[in-house]
């Protein structure tokens, strides 16, 4: 049985912290500045899907994905820096009430001049990657070998950049050589070859748990001093495609850790993938929130607490 840490903690839509200044509502995650230096960054239980925040919270998932996203950081660290901060929450909100919303969904972090760009590693054809490979042979313009099947792994993990959409836009992928003229070719090739070093060391790691990452997205930060610094997420069911390695089979659609028993009921309905997105049957909800919870437990090893 999966434990879940919906019992014990409060299900958090949106977050109401009246004593910070909030700079950005996402998705997923709300921010508030802290001070010039630092902001707190709470991951909420916010769903979406299609680009589309839904109006059912999954519970416990914001705690799933903060904790999951703080034991990547802590395990590459000798890769790239992240933007974590050592701080007790209790000095950055002394309200006991808006501590609740906060504690075991939230980093103390850096601030840092976020870069404009997505920084997507892909390692297994599906999605959007296998529907470019057989309309034109290639992934973003990434010419494969022929006759590379869905859900097959790729001989090398893909860089495919995208650009980071606004909430309800979508995210749009971008040539490489667009990379470089956003951020400059040495900066786009750091972040090109940090990302695959990311996604390598995290795929060794997941497939002796039972998880394959079948592709993932950073997001990168630069000091005042242009130094790389990995912000955001990291490695999470929600940044990443999750497959259990024990049913994985090459030529269908492997089942996901994620959000994807969301979207599989929502293409049974008629809805135009705007917003405002439908409510979700209690099945689904409970059904999802397992997902998320399960991969916690195999990343990690045991039950979250």
Same mark, same amino acid.
């Given at each position: 049985?999966? &434990? ?20 950005? !509502? ?6 508030? @500045? ?41 395990? &590459? ?22 501590? !609740?919303? *906060?504690?075991?969904? $939230?980093?103390?972090? !850096?601030?840092?001049?976020?870069? /404009?760009?997505? =920084? ?8 959007? %990657?296998? +529907? ?5 042979? =290639?992934? $973003?313009?990434? &010419?494969? /070998?022929?006759?590379?099947?869905? *859900? ?11 650009? +980071? ?48 990452? @079948?592709?993932? +997205? ?32 090459? %030529?269908?659609?492997? /089942? ?16 135009? +993938? ?27 090893? @045991?039950?979250?607490?």
């Amino acid at each position: 049985m999966v &434990t879940t840490l919906a019992t014990t903690s409060p299900i958090v839509f949106e977050t109401q912290i009246k004593s910070l200044e909030r700079l950005h !509502r996402g998705k997923v995650r709300d921010v508030y @500045a802290i001070d010039a230096d630092s902001l707190l960054i709470i991951t909420t239980d916010r769903l979406s899907a299609f680009d589309v925040v839904l109006p059912d919270p999954i519970p416990g998932k914001g705690q799933v994905l903060n904790r999951i996203s703080n034991f990547w950081f802590a395990r &590459t660290g000798h890769i790239v820096p992240n933007h974590l901060l050592s701080r007790p929450l209790e000095q950055v909100l002394p309200d006991p009430a808006e501590r !609740r919303q *906060a504690e075991g969904r $939230c980093v103390i972090a !850096r601030r840092l001049r976020a870069l /404009p760009v997505e =920084a997507v590693v892909r390692g297994y054809l599906i999605g959007s %990657g296998w +529907k470019d490979y057989q309309a034109t042979g =290639a992934v $973003c313009g990434i &010419t494969l /070998p022929q006759g590379l099947r869905q *859900a097959e792994r790729l001989p090398a993990p893909l860089f495919t950049p995208a650009t +980071k959409a606004a909430v309800g836009d979508h995210d749009e992928n971008i040539p490489y050589a667009q990379v470089e003229q956003l951020i400059g070719a040495q900066l786009a090739a750091k972040v090109r070859d940090t990302a695959i070093a990311l996604y390598n060391h995290a795929v060794d790691y997941a497939r002796e748990r039972g998880i394959i990452i @079948a592709d993932t +997205k950073f997001e990168f930060g630069l000091t005042a001093d242009n130094q790389l610094i990995l912000i955001d997420e990291a490695l999470t069911p929600d940044s990443s495609r999750f497959w259990p390695a024990d049913t994985y089979q090459v %030529g269908t659609s492997p /089942p996901s850790f994620d959000k994807q028993y969301v979207r599989d009921y929502l293409e049974t309905l008629d809805w135009n +993938k705007k917003a405002p997105g439908p409510k979700l049957p209690a099945e689904v909800i409970e059904r999802t929130s397992a997902k998320y919870h399960e991969a916690l437990e195999r990343l990690i090893g @045991a039950p979250p607490g």
